[in-house]
């Protein structure tokens, strides 16, 4: 096997040195002849910790670095792109560098091994591999799965353990039509799971983890300039102690059932906490869009879920979950009422429901016209189609036939 990297950056250089360390021959390829002469003698461009041995280790066995491509793609099995997607002036990424370097691979293709595969492992928007590169490729006359095979292969590596990130990943992530075996056979050498998932998926993947970090870390800065407003909070202590939360311990940590889209978010507190910090700052004279948004978009999820729910007006419908969340039988501020309600304005006239505990506070809260059941059983019989509302894991793998059941909690 034989792998070829283009682009020596931060995240191709790691990867190149990574696969010819785990007994792998690999072309590192760089269009920078400056960095390519760097490279050959051993150094790097930039501090990386642990990567300047792991180079000097793989030059001397399995890497060739050059700024050659016909020696690139000599009898190249793999070819990962690391190439840079920089932001375009109109904010979009700047899918350019990636295409150039398909056009080159594309005019030497034929020095590859047959079907060479052609992994894009730049962060790259989802839906770039099948709407951007794909066609790219067929209009230089090359037909997909006979002259090449199309992947992605995102990267998590953080800048500082790029080398130790790489050679101890946490997942592996392919975005293919298909499971490749070349791939497979190269990152079995690794511990850890390979997740083969649509093209798509594994695009989204990496913004997903972005677009998240970005969020907590301008939700901190936020959170630290209501504080100032408030007055007389110690912004670090504060989250210091936020830190110590035992649902950020443990693997996985319990925090991840909150980072999980679902039909948002009801109960007693977290609903009336978020808008109360809300008012008081924005009395107190800053007025937070970000707390305003997460509020907004509690309130429409739950229209956007009751757009997806087509069924006969007259079919009986069942809710499965009352309380604001399982393993409880509060119904405060649940959003299952909020759902029931909005079902029954749009002209649903049977409403069947079940929870495993919240039956008797839900009926005794709540004065609403729907049919109460006593079992999971006797609502499925019951029932035409059925709206998971609560994720309760008696609802996990639910035996309906020939039934629709609208999951609204992803379990
Ligand atoms: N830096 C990170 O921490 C990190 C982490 C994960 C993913 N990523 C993503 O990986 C991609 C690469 O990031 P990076 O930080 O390594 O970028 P980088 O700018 O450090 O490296 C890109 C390299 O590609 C070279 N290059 C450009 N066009 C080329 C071509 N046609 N042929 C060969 N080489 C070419 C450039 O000269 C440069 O050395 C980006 O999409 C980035 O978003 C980066």
């Not at 039509?177 to 093209?199: C, L, R, T």
């Not at 907590?216 to 100032?228: G, V």
């Amino acid at each position: 096997m034989k792998i070829a990297v283009f682009g020596l950056g931060f995240v191709g250089l790691t990867t190149a040195v990574g696969f010819a360390n785990k007994d792998i021959k690999v072309s590192g390829y760089e269009i920078s002849k400056e960095k390519v002469e760097m490279l050959k003698n051993g150094n790097i461009p930039f501090f990386e910790k642990d990567l300047n041995e792991a180079l000097n280790n793989a030059i001397k066995t399995n890497l060739t670095i050059t700024s050659d491509i016909i020696k690139a793609l000599d009898s190249t099995d793999i070819v990962f792109y690391c190439i840079g997607t920089p932001m375009s002036d109109d904010g979009s990424a700047d899918l350019s560098f990636i295409l150039n370097a398909l056009q080159d691979t594309a005019n030497h293709i034929k020095l590859c091994k047959e079907k060479p595969i052609l992994v894009i492992k730049s962060t790259i928007p989802p839906g770039s591999l099948k709407d951007v590169f794909l066609p790219f490729l067929q209009a230089l006359g090359l037909v997909e799965n006979r002259d090449f095979i199309l992947a992605n292969n995102p990267e998590f590596l953080r800048e500082g353990y790029a080398y130790d990130d790489f050679m101890n990943p946490d997942r592996i992530v392919i975005g293919a039509d298909f499971k490749i075996d070349k791939i497979i056979e190269i990152y079995s050498k690794f511990n850890a799971q390979i997740i083969f998932v649509s093209p798509n998926t594994a695009e989204f993947i990496k913004y997903l983890s972005n677009t998240m970090l970005s969020m907590m870390i301008s939700y901190a800065n936020d959170m630290s300039i209501i504080a100032k407003h408030i007055g007389d909070i110690d912004i670090k202590k504060a989250f210091e102690v936020l830190h110590m939360d035992k649902r950020f311990f443990g693997n996985p940590a319990n925090i991840t059932s909150y980072i999980y889209p679902g039909m948002g978010f009801g109960g007693y507190c977290l609903p009336k906490d978020t808008f109360a910090l809300y008012k008081q700052s924005k009395n107190k004279g800053y007025e937070s869009k970000l707390i305003k948004e997460i509020l907004n978009i509690n309130d429409a999820i739950i229209d956007y879920h009751i757009a997806n729910i087509q069924e006969n007006r007259d079919a009986n419908i069942g809710i499965l979950g009352l309380s604001f969340k399982p393993n409880s039988d509060d119904v405060r501020d649940s959003k299952s009422l909020l759902l029931i309600q909005k079902l029954i304005a749009k002209g649903y006239k049977n409403i069947y429901a079940f929870d495993p505990l919240a039956n008797h506070s839900f009926k005794k809260t709540y004065n609403i016209d729907i049919k109460y059941t006593n079992s999971l059983n006797e609502i499925i019989n019951s029932c035409e189609a059925l709206i998971i509302a609560t994720a309760w894991s008696d609802f996990k793998n639910l035996d309906v036939k020939n039934k629709r059941v609208y999951n609204l909690r992803y379990i």
